[in-house]
């Protein structure tokens, strides 16, 4: 029933679409406020998946990762590292620990001190980078066995850096999902001032139609109608264009940081396409409502 | 078919009709007189259910009409043929559009009914002009097109409210010799009018009977007038 419904309201009546006079200047109107929410809808959207795409990325990969520092005298670095690894090894939860070679912290060190640094003269500390298991180690005992046994070593979880930026993601997600609602919001509001504009001005031909035995369903259809496919048609543009936009944002880059890499990526290209769909379910939505209204009130 | 059971209408500020019973018979042809402003067009409004009485009940079909839901009130009109004193056209649609709305808004095919259209147009003589749109037509052209928008669903009564009102009289003797027409198929016919000559000229052609409204009360009136 429901198929049959869409199917009528998307094939129409040609007879019955002409009976309601057609009106330019609210179908333009409508047609660009459909496509212009749908146009920002998009970038809501790409927004609101990007920050939710950092925030798993960033909680994820540094949860599992943490770096222990050796900040000991050279003579007793060797050994130090040493008893670390050891302790480590022996810590349940712990997947791994391996030791940094020179090499990588040559590398790491190179954006700042350039490729040519003379590492083995600096007393740069010795780093062991840990991976934890399923389920973790536990950081604060750690840290204790590690004050005792090895004076000079630092846990670093990334907890401190990692929390504030996760929140922020989250925050993004949170407003893009926010803007995505008002958005919608905004269009059913909007389609429902037009659609009793446009059953305003056509007061007489509602009469008319009454008077010669028009039933309700049969007005409400011939404007919701024309709403629906309206709404539909501008946010198809206008996703179309907001698709274009996202497309020509920049790739996600190491050199660009979290800025880039905010488009659309794999099968969330489909997601926007859902837009349209939804647009014009508000609109039809917005347009019976405010048609039932209108018509109950009818003699 | 259409029974008025001690209706009452007040406009507010004062009654316009009160105590007023009247049934129409299957078949018969009525006039409805009085003078401007006595309660005709109220009283045909009754009896298609644009207006509810203040008191009494109006039946139309053994329906109490005051009881219909607004999709009963839509099928109540598509049994009740009515051709309105002003015409009412949607002027955006061609006068054939326009005769053949009643057939679309009841969902019916019009490429089925394109013969009956056709035929429906000649006989109220507007084939020449059935592309014209409703400003383009004069009054006759006008009423003879209500008259014919008011049959195509094949009502069983027909209600015109002053036909001939700003037509000339051979145009109102056209319009009534249709009406007779209609009459004579079987059709209950209610016209309200304050034509008396046209009241004497229908006296020759059919049985009609006149009912008057006067001091807010309906009567037969005697068959002299």
């Known amino acids: 029933m429901i198929i049959s419904a869409v199917r009528n309201l998307i094939l129409g009546d040609a007879q019955a679409d002409r009976v309601v006079p057609p009106s330019g200047f609210t179908a333009h109107l409508t047609l660009f406020v459909s496509g212009a929410m749908a146009f920002l809808t998009v970038f809501a959207l790409a927004l609101s998946l990007a920050s939710g795409r950092l925030a798993d990325r960033w909680a994820d990969e540094l949860a599992g990762a943490a770096t222990l520092r050796i900040n000991a005298p050279a003579a007793q670095k060797a050994a130090q590292t040493e008893v670390a690894l050891k302790i ?100 059913a509001a909007m389609i429902t001032l037009a659609a009793n504009a446009a059953l305003a001005a056509n007061a007489q031909v509602i009469e008319v139609l009454r008077l010669v035995g028009a039933q309700d369903s049969y007005i409400a259809n011939a404007f ?48 926007p396409l859902w837009i349209p769909l939804l647009g014009a379910a508000v609109a039809f939505t917005a347009t019976t409502r405010a048609a039932n209204k209108r018509l109950g009130g009818l003699a | 078919m259409i029974e008025l059971d001690n ?44 207006l509810a009485p203040t008191a009494g009940q109006v039946r139309a079909f053994n329906m109490d009409v005051a009881g219909l839901d607004r999709d009963q009130m839509a099928m109540l009109r598509r049994r009740v043929g009515v051709v309105h004193q002003d015409c009412r056209f949607l002027d955006h649609l061609s006068l054939i559009e326009n005769i053949a709305l009643p057939l679309t808004v009841s969902g019916r095919d019009l490429a089925d009914e394109e013969d009956n259209l056709r035929e429906l147009l000649n006989w109220v003589g507007l084939s020449e002009r059935a592309d014209a749109l409703p400003p383009e037509l004069s009054g006759g052209e006008r ?81 002299d007038l």
């Open chain 1, 224 to 271: 919701i109608r024309r709403f629906t496919l309206r709404a539909l048609s501008g946010a198809a543009v206008g996703v179309t264009l907001g698709m274009i936009g996202v497309f020509l944002l920049p790739e996600a880059s190491d050199e660009g940081g979290f800025l880039t890499g905010l488009g659309l990526t794999g099968w969330r290209w489909l997601l």
């Open chain 2, 143 to 223: 009423q003879r097109a209500a008259l014919a928008r008011a049959v195509i669903l094949s009502p069983d009564v027909i209600i015109a409210d002053e036909p001939t009102g700003n037509v000339d009289w051979e145009m109102s003797q056209r319009l009534l010799r249709l009406l007779v027409e209609l009459n004579n198929m079987g059709k209950t016919i209610m016209v309200a009018t304050h034509d008396l000559p046209l009241i004497r000229a229908a006296k020759n052609q059919v049985q009609a009977r006149v009912l008057r409204i006067s001091n807010r009360q309906l009567q037969l009136a005697g068959v």
């Open chain 1, 88 to 187: 480590l090894q022996q810590t349940p939860g712990v997947a791994r620990a391996r030791s940094i070679t020179s090499d990588e912290q040559v590398a790491l060190l190179s954006p700042w001190f350039g490729a040519d640094l003379p590492i083995d003269s600096l007393p740069v500390p010795q780093l062991i980078e840990i991976f934890a298991d399923d389920p973790p180690y536990d950081a604060t005992g750690l840290r204790l066995r590690l004050q005792a046994e090895v004076p000079g070593a630092v846990l670093d979880d990334h907890t401190r850096w990692r929390e504030p930026l996760v929140d922020a993601a989250r925050a993004l997600r949170r407003l893009a999902v926010v803007s995505i609602l008002l958005l919608g919001g905004a269009m």
């Open chain 2, 7 to 50: 209706i009452a209408y007040n406009y507010g500020g004062g009654e316009l009709l009160s105590n007023v019973s009247v049934q129409l018979a299957p078949g018969a042809f009525y006039f409805l007189t009085g003078p401007s402003g006595a309660g005709k067009t109220t009283l045909l409004k009754m009896c298609y259910g644009a």
